[in-house]
């Protein structure tokens, strides 16, 4: 199907179609005819070629997200999930693409798409912003840098305020042993030290007699509350210090992050910090619209969207 079949089956010229599917704005078209175009269009199952659309407009409109060799758990997933929305309701399609750079270059991902707008985790070289720039690429953004640092140095300051607040005065902090979520666990960490710059900080590995030995560890300092990397670093605590005849928070307080579902079914519940992820999809859905069309957006740290929720562990 063509936007001639369109055309001829509502009646109008081809023009119009163009004018109606593309959304152009400036157009004097009625709603009576946008309906029309627009029926006809879905009875015929026609949609307008995203590759003639970049021809046109020099880029497509699809933004490409940089995921590093991570493990997407469910706050990732989350926020993926309400970008994509976010994004859509802009007329932008969302592709994320999983992966280390030694996989693919860089390079050969965004030549193969032509994104209006790239996103990633981790920062560029200025050769490669160059060539996107070049390309005319609209957006280059280094999330953790530009709009994830201070949320996730909030994260740990919130965790170590909340322990110190019911009375904790030495503290531990559970480092992941995952090396790929070093970028967020290092800004985690820094927010907590910020206000307990003595934390005993101790690597747990998702494993119980391991986690023992850290929990012994703590216990042989002094330490009284915890402040985990995520909610299965804290649930892996947990569990050692079940191994050592240990409860929380009697013996030891908990806290984690990210209020997965397993947190509400730990033994005990979990107290966590949690991040409004709908929120935060939405902003930098914005973020990459203003750049994308040349606009400014005031500045937000998104700090706001950070809170605890208190259960039995803490």
């Not at 989350?78 to 309701?89: D, F, I, K, V, W």
Request: hydrophobic content about 45%.
């Amino acid at each position: 199907m063509t936007s001639a079949d369109v055309a001829r089956v509502a009646g109008v010229s081809r023009a119009t179609v163009s004018y109606v599917l593309n959304d152009t704005p400036h157009q004097t078209i009625s709603a009576a005819t946008r309906t029309r175009v627009l029926d006809a269009a879905a009875g015929l199952g026609y949609a307008p070629s995203a590759a003639a659309r970049a021809l046109r407009t020099g880029r497509s409109d699809v933004v490409l997200c940089l995921l590093p060799d991570w493990p997407i758990g469910p706050e990732i997933g989350t926020l993926l999930g309400n970008l994509s929305t976010e994004l859509a309701r802009s007329g932008l399609t969302f592709v994320a693409h999983p992966g280390s750079r030694a996989d693919r270059p860089i390079t050969d991902l965004w030549k193969a798409i032509t994104p209006a707008a790239v996103l990633a985790f981790t920062d560029f070289s200025a050769a490669e912003v160059g060539a996107m720039r070049a390309a005319g690429v609209a957006l280059v953004v280094g999330l953790l840098g530009r709009e994830l640092e201070i949320p996730q140095q909030h994260v740990g300051r919130l965790q170590a305020g909340h322990l110190t607040a019911a009375g904790h005065t030495a503290l531990g902090y559970a480092y992941p042993d995952d090396e790929r979520v070093r970028i967020f666990a290092e800004p985690r960490l820094r927010g907590a030290r910020s206000g307990f710059p003595d934390l005993s900080v101790r690597v747990v590995p998702l494993n119980p007699e391991a986690a023992a030995v850290a929990v012994r560890q703590w216990r042989e300092e002094g330490v009284t509350g915890v402040c985990a990397y995520n909610d299965e670093v804290a649930m892996a605590v947990l569990a050692g210090m079940r191994r050592e005849g240990l409860d929380a928070p009697g013996d030891l307080a908990v806290i984690g992050v990210d209020d997965i579902p397993a947190a509400r079914l730990a033994v005990p519940a979990l107290t966590t910090v949690t991040t409004d992820q709908a929120v935060v999809a939405a902003h930098l859905a914005e973020t990459v619209v203003a750049e994308i069309y040349d606009r400014t957006l005031p500045a937000r740290e998104l700090t706001e969207v950070v809170r605890v929720v208190r259960r039995e562990s803490a």
